[in-house]
C-alpha cells in the first residue's frame, strides 16, 4: 500500500474559544482542496457567537459518492484560570472508488492484476497510465492480501513485476519511488533469493504460488501487479 490519502477526506477542525476575551482559534485545515472560515461577533444584545463554515470541494462530484458524516465533539476545560469552550467538527467522506478493473481489498488497497506478459518497463508504463504504479508491499497484512488476489486469479505467470529494482546498484534494491526495499518495513524475500541469477536479474517480481519476492530478468515478459493509492 502507498501512502498519502489523496482525495479521500477527512477535515478536522479545532475551533477553541476562550469566551471571556472573545478569543477564537481555528486550526488545521490540511486540505487545499478544503476550506474553514471562521467569524465571530457579538449580536445586538452583547452575547458573543462563533460561527465556523467547513467547505471540501470534488472536483469529480459523481465519484467517490456517499455517505457524508459529520461529527461534532463539544469539551469545556479550564485553562490557568480561564474557561476553554472547544468544539471539534469532523467531517468524514467516502473514499475514492477503485479504477476500472482494480479490487478493492478494504483497509489495504486497489490492486489491479494483469495477465498479459510485458517487460518490466511496459508493466511499469501500463500501471502510470492507469493512475497507479507498481505494486509495492510494504505490510504483512498486504502481502497477504496479494496472496489472496494470487489464489483467486487463475492463468498467470510464474512470476509477476512488481515495483522495485537493483538495476542502478547490484544488491541495493529500490522501489519505484526511490525507497530502499530494506527501509519499508516489511520484505519477504522467497527463500533463496534475490540471486541475481546469471547476473542477469535485476528487477522486482513476487512468486504466484506463494507471493514471496524475486529479482528477475527485467527484459522478461511476465504478468505483474498494480496498485492504485486509496486516498
Ligand atoms: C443574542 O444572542 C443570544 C444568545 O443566542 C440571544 O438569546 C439573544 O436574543 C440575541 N440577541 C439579539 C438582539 O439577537
Ligand atoms: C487458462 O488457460 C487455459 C489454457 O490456455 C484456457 O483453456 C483456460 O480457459 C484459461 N482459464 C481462464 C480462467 O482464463
Known amino acids: 500500500m502507498s501512502f498519502g490519502r489523496r482525495g479521500a477526506w477527512a477535515l478536522v477542525l479545532v475551533l477553541a474559544c476562550v469566551a471571556a476575551r472573545g478569543l477564537v482559534r481555528a486550526q488545521q485545515c490540511r486540505r487545499v482542496a478544503a476550506s474553514v472560515a471562521v467569524g465571530t461577533s457579538r449580536n445586538a444584545s452583547g452575547h458573543w457567537e462563533a460561527q465556523v463554515v467547513l467547505q471540501r470541494r470534488s472536483e469529480a462530484p459523481g465519484r467517490g459518492a456517499g455517505e457524508v458524516r459529520l461529527e461534532v465533539e ?9 474557561r476553554v469552550d472547544s468544539v471539534t467538527l469532523t467531517i468524514r467522506g467516502p473514499p475514492p472508488p477503485p479504477g476500472p478493473g482494480y479490487v478493492s481489498v478494504p483497509g489495504v488497497g486497489y490492486y489491479r492484476i494483469h495477465k498479459e506478459l510485458h517487460t518490466w518497463a511496459e508493466a511499469k508504463a501500463i500501471c502510470e497510465a492507469e493512475g497507479g504504479h507498481l505494486l509495492i508491499i510494504n505490510s504483512e497484512a498486504e502481502d497477504k492480501a496479494i496472496l489472496q488476489l494470487l489464489k ?65 530478468i527485467c527484459d522478461g515478459k511476465m504478468g505483474f501487479i498494480c496498485e492504485q493509492r486509496t486516498g
Open 74 to 82: 463539544p469539551s469545556t476545560a479550564i485553562c490557568g484560570g480561564a
Open 152 to 216: 483467486r486469479t487463475p492463468n498467470l505467470s510464474t512470476w509477476l513485476f512488481i515495483g522495485f529494482d537493483d538495476k542502478e546498484k547490484e544488491g541495493f534494491y529500490v522501489t519505484i519511488f526511490g525507497d530502499p526495499v530494506a527501509s519499508l518495513g516489511y520484505a519477504r524475500w522467497h527463500p533463496g533469493q534475490p540471486d541475481d541469477w546469471d547476473k542477469k536479474e535485476d528487477c522486482g517480481t513476487v512468486w504466484t504460488e506463494s507471493g514471496g519476492l524475486n529479482d528477475y
